[in-house]
C-alpha cells in the first residue's frame, strides 16, 4: 500500500520569503515522487519529480525538492515566494502496476505582501 | 495545441440524468485515466485505460461507465446522476507501463454541478 500525508493544510508566507511544504510518504516498494500544483480553478500542473536519480529535484518556477528515504519525506521548497505562486500543492506517490498516483490531501499556499 | 483535453469544461444537470464527459489527448500515451476531486479537493482515482484495456476500476458506482473507443480518447459516461456526484472530473494521460513512469498531463478538469 502506498500513501503520502502533508503535514500542513494550510501554509501562509510573505512575499519574498522561503517556502516549505512538508510531505511524508508510506510505500512497500521504491516510489516515484511528484509534487503538483493548481492554481484556482485550473488543472494540475506537474512542479517536479523524483523517479529514483538525484535525490534533489529541481522543478519549475524555481521550486525544488529533496528526497530522503531515512526520514520517507519529499519536502517542497523555494527561497523565495512570489504572488502568483499561492496555490493548492499536492504531493503524489506512484508504485506498483497501473501507474496509479495517490494524492495527498492537499496544501493550500497563501502569500502575503 | 492542447495535450489533454475535456469537453465541456462545466456542466450543470438535474438528478436522474445521464451525461458524458469527452476526453481526448494528442500526446501519443498509451494509458489514460479519469480521477475525482471532491469539494475538500482530495483527488482520487476512478478508472485507468491502456491501450482501450481496463486496467484500474476503483470502487466506483456502476452508474458510471468509461469508455474508450481508441487509446487517444477515454470517455466517462454517468447514468442516473446524484447530487453525490457534483464533483471535479479530471482526465489525464501518461506514457506506456512499460516505459519509464514521468508522471501524469492533465486536462483542465469538468466541474460537474447536479441540482
Known amino acids: 500500500a502506498q500513501s503520502v500525508t502533508q503535514l500542513d493544510s494550510h501554509v501562509s508566507v510573505s512575499e519574498g520569503t522561503p517556502v516549505l511544504l512538508r510531505c511524508n510518504y508510506s510505500s512497500s516498494y521504491s516510489p516515484s515522487l511528484f509534487w503538483y500544483v493548481q492554481h484556482p480553478n485550473k488543472g494540475l500542473q506537474l512542479l517536479l519529480k523524483?523517479?529514483?536519480?538525484?535525490?534533489l529535484v529541481k522543478g519549475i518556477n524555481g521550486f525544488e525538492a529533496e528526497f530522503k528515504k531515512s526520514e520517507t519525506s519529499f519536502h517542497l521548497t523555494k527561497p523565495s515566494a512570489h504572488m502568483s505562486d499561492a496555490a493548492e500543492y499536492f504531493c503524489v506517490v506512484s508504485t506498483g502496476g497501473g501507474n496509479k498516483l495517490t494524492f495527498g490531501t492537499g496544501t493550500q499556499l497563501k502569500v502575503e505582501l | 495545441d492542447t495535450a489533454v483535453s475535456q469537453t465541456p469544461k462545466y456542466l450543470v444537470t438535474q438528478m436522474g440524468n445521464d451525461k458524458s464527459i469527452k476526453c481526448e489527448q494528442n500526446l501519443g500515451h498509451d494509458t489514460m485515466y479519469w480521477y475525482k476531486q471532491d469539494s475538500k479537493k482530495f483527488l482520487k482515482i476512478m478508472f485507468s485505460?491502456?491501450?482501450?484495456?481496463?486496467?484500474i476500476n476503483e470502487t466506483v458506482p456502476n452508474r458510471f461507465s468509461p469508455k474508450s473507443p481508441d487509446k487517444a480518447h477515454l470517455n466517462l459516461h454517468i447514468n442516473s446522476l446524484e447530487l453525490g456526484d457534483s464533483a471535479v472530473y479530471f482526465c489525464a494521460s501518461s506514457q506506456d507501463l512499460r516505459r519509464s513512469f514521468v508522471g501524469y498531463t492533465f486536462g483542465s478538469g469538468t466541474r460537474l454541478t447536479v441540482v
Open positions: 523524483y523517479t529514483s536519480a538525484a535525490t
Open positions: 485505460y491502456n491501450n482501450k484495456e481496463l486496467i
